[in-house]
């Protein structure tokens, strides 16, 4: 069983928000009953809206948070190293001056296209030390910054649109097994920096794509000692007069905590 705790990622989720304060030591688990809202402002590839994941300002989380009528508790973007390889330090500032959490895709990839091998940030360029000098400049920063930051590397593993994905790592024989030390490698050099605000996020899809047994997602785990929170993708619509106990989302929210059981 994976003893970490849960964040749900919901296309629109309607829920109680229990204030985070941004300048404490840690995240906290929320309470029973209770769920943390994000903000995800976000589009696919060459989607026209936000290809890059990340252009979301301040009047665009108040304008949100107005239509659903609750507040955030953190605001969740990607960090893309082909655009930079420094900690986005505005970024979480304004986020953090809103008195929520910074969360971090942080994206080594050489663009937004999708379902592509990946030449530059390779799993196997990441596991040699080519980027190390760079991962532990954005490890200090990260430090530097104080306050606690949500932080994911290799975002939904088992679905094969990312470039760490098995099929494009080695495939059955090796694809899962690359990416967990990769993922190893990346958290291990960034503690060694003393980067102890960042909590790390283990986010995996809630379908297997494909659906093989070296590709499903318990094969990425990268270890308890390396998982903070675990997340998981679970997209569906989800409307005020849609019955919750028959809604997709729901159902996948129910088959993916099965699997952790």
């Not at 309607?14 to 589009?43: M, N, T």
């Amino acid at each position: 069983m994976i003893a970490a705790k849960w964040i749900c990622r919901f296309l629109l989720a309607f829920a109680s928000v229990v204030p985070l304060h941004a300048e404490s030591a840690r995240v906290v688990a929320q309470p029973a009953g209770k769920l943390y809202q994000g903000f995800y402002w976000g589009g696919v590839g060459t989607d026209q809206h936000d290809p890059t994941e990340h252009d979301v300002t301040p009047e665009d989380v108040a304008r949100y948070e107005k239509a659903v009528g609750k507040k955030t508790a953190w605001i969740y973007f990607s960090d893309n190293w082909f655009e930079s390889r420094k900690f986005p330090v505005e970024m979480c500032g304004w986020i953090r001056d809103l008195n929520k959490i910074p969360y971090i895709r942080l994206m080594l990839r050489s663009n937004v296209d999708q379902r592509h091998s990946e030449k530059t940030f390779s799993l196997r360029k990441i596991i040699a030390g080519d980027f190390d000098v760079d991962l532990r400049a954005w490890a200090r920063e990260a430090k530097n910054f104080g306050s606690p930051i949500l932080v994911e590397w290799g975002t939904e593993p088992n679905g094969n649109w990312f470039s760490w994905n098995g099929k494009w790592n080695g495939g059955a024989k090796e694809g899962p097994a690359r990416y967990v030390t990769a993922y190893r490698h990346i958290v291990d050099l960034m503690r060694a920096e003393g980067a102890d605000n960042l909590q790390w996020v283990w986010h995996v899809n809630w379908l297997d794509e494909p659906e093989r047994k070296w590709n499903r997602l318990e094969n990425y785990f990268p270890g308890e000692n390396y998982c903070d929170w675990v997340a998981f993708s679970a997209y569906a619509r989800r409307l005020p007069a849609v019955d919750p106990n028959r809604a997709e989302q729901t159902n996948h929210c129910r088959r993916i905590r099965l699997r952790f059981a």
